[in-house]
C-alpha cells in the first residue's frame, strides 16, 4: 500500500490506477482534514479498506471491490480456466466477508463471477480485458444511475426548500452526484438554492465529517447539527424534505440505512415531512422479503466508547451495543427514487415492476 496527500477530493474517489495494477482510493477516515490517496494491491489491503470504512457508501464499495477483483484475478498466475475460477471465487467469498449488510458489494462481486462463468473453457489471459471491461462499466453505470437519481430527486423538491440528510451518500459513497446528495449537488448546477441540515451521524459521524464537507465544498448552504436535533429543527418548520440514501432495499420496501435513519423517518412522518429514500437498483435486494432478513452488522465497542475523543469519554469496559445500520419500515418511506424513477407504496408490486422493468418512468 502507498499513501499521498493531495489538496482536494477529485470526483474519481475510486478508480483504476493507469496501469490497472491497483485501486486508488480517497482514504476516507482522514477526512476532512486530509485528503490522502492510497493504492491497494493485495487481498489484505482491499478488505481492510472496506471493512475499515476507508472506502464507504453502498455504491463505492461495489464499484470497489470490482476494481478490487480485477486486480487480484492479474494476480492469478495460472493458465487454467478452472484454477482461474476457482481462486477468482475464493478472493470474492473474503471481499464479500468484509461487511455484510450493502447489498451492492455482493451484487458487484457477482457480476464479475458471472462474466467468468459465462466464458467456460476462456484463458485467464483472454478473460483479463473481459473483466477490466466489466468493472469500469459498473462504475460508469453507476454514475449514469446517479445523475438520474438526481434528476427524479430534484424534481421532488421546490428551490429555497430546508432538507434534512443522515449519514453521507454524496459524491465519495458513489462516484459522482451521490444519490440523497445528487438532487442537491444538481440544483446548486442549476443555481437552485437548498438549506442543507446535515445530521452529523454517531459513531462515526460520516455526516460531519463528510456531508458536511462535501456539500461545503460544493457551496451547498450546510448546517451540522447532533442527531437528536433533527426534531428540534423539524418542530421549527425549517425541513420541508428528508433525503437518505440505503444500503439494502427488501422487496417490501424496508430500507437498510445508517443507524439512526429510522428514527429520522419516524420524527419526519409525525411532523407530517415527506421522507425520500435514494439509490440505485443494485441497493435493492428482490432475494430479502423484508427487512428482517437484512443482516445488520455490529461493530466495535470502542467506536463509540472511544473514537473520536481526545479522551475516552466512556468507562473503561463498559459494554457497548454498535449496530452500523437500522431498518426502516416501508411504511415510514413516502418514496422511494431509483434511477428508474419515483416509486410510491404499494412497494411490493412496485418495487417488484421496477426491478423486471428496463424503461424508465418520466418524473
Ligand atoms: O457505514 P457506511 O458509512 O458505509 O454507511 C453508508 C450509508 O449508510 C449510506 O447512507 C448508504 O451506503 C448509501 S450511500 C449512497
Not at 181 to 201: I, Q, S
Request: hydrophobic share 40%; net charge negative; glycine share 8%.
Amino acid at each position: 500500500m502507498t499513501g499521498k496527500t493531495q489538496e482536494l477530493p477529485s470526483a474519481d474517489n475510486v478508480r483504476l490506477s493507469k496501469e490497472g495494477d491497483s485501486v486508488v482510493i480517497i482514504d476516507q477516515t482522514k477526512l476532512p482534514g486530509k485528503v490522502e490517496t492510497l493504492s491497494l494491491q493485495t487481498e489484505g489491503e482491499l478488505f481492510e479498506a472496506i471493512r475499515e470504512l476507508r472506502v464507504r457508501g453502498a455504491p463505492a464499495i461495489g464499484i470497489f471491490a470490482a476494481y478490487g477483483l480485477y486486480v487480484l484475478a492479474r494476480q492469478i498466475e495460472t493458465d487454467d480456466y478452472e484454477v482461474f475460477l476457482a481462486t477468482l471465487r475464493e478472493h470474492s467469498r473474503h471481499l464479500r466477508s468484509s461487511r455484510p449488510t450493502a447489498v451492492n458489494l455482493s451484487w458487484a462481486l457477482g457480476r464479475m463471477e458471472e462474466l467468468v462463468l459465462s466464458h467456460p473453457g476462456l484463458s485467464p489471459a483472454a478473460m483479463l480485458p473481459l473483466l477490466e471491461k466489466e468493472c469500469r462499466a459498473i462504475q460508469q453505470e453507476d454514475i449514469s444511475m446517479c445523475r438520474s437519481i438526481s434528476e427524479y430527486g430534484l424534481s421532488l423538491l421546490q428551490p429555497g426548500d430546508g432538507i434534512l440528510t443522515h449519514c453521507n451518500a454524496g459524491p465519495l459513497a458513489t462516484s459522482c452526484y451521490g444519490t440523497a446528495l445528487g438532487p442537491l449537488f444538481l440544483g446548486a448546477e442549476r443555481g437552485l438554492p437548498f438549506h442543507v441540515f446535515a445530521d452529523e451521524t454517531r459513531p462515526l459521524l460520516q455526516g460531519a465529517r463528510l456531508t458536511a464537507y462535501e456539500l461545503q465544498n460544493g457551496g451547498i448552504d450546510v448546517t451540522l447539527i447532533c442527531d437528536n436535533m433533527a426534531a428540534t429543527v423539524m418542530k421549527k418548520g425549517w425541513v420541508q424534505a428528508c433525503l437518505v440514501g440505503c444500503d439494502r432495499v427488501a422487496a417490501n420496501g424496508d430500507v437498510a440505512n445508517k443507524i439512526g435513519t429510522s428514527g429520522v423517518a419516524i420524527l419526519a412522518k409525525h411532523y407530517g415531512i415527506p421522507f425520500y429514500v435514494l439509490g440505485p437498483s443494485s441497493t435493492f435486494d428482490a432475494n430479502c422479503p423484508s427487512g428482517q432478513e437484512i443482516e445488520i452488522e455490529l461493530r466495535a465497542p470502542e467506536e463509540i466508547s472511544k473514537n473520536y475523543y481526545a479522551r475516552p469519554m466512556a468507562p473503561e469496559n463498559v459494554k457497548c451495543y454498535n449496530p452500523a445500520f437500522d431498518v426502516t419500515d416501508h411504511t415510514l418511506v413516502t418514496a422511494i427514487v431509483t434511477e428508474k424513477g419515483i416509486y410510491r407504496p404499494p412497494y411490493t408490486q412496485n418495487l417488484a415492476a421496477m426491478l423486471g422493468d428496463t424503461t424508465k418512468q418520466e418524473p
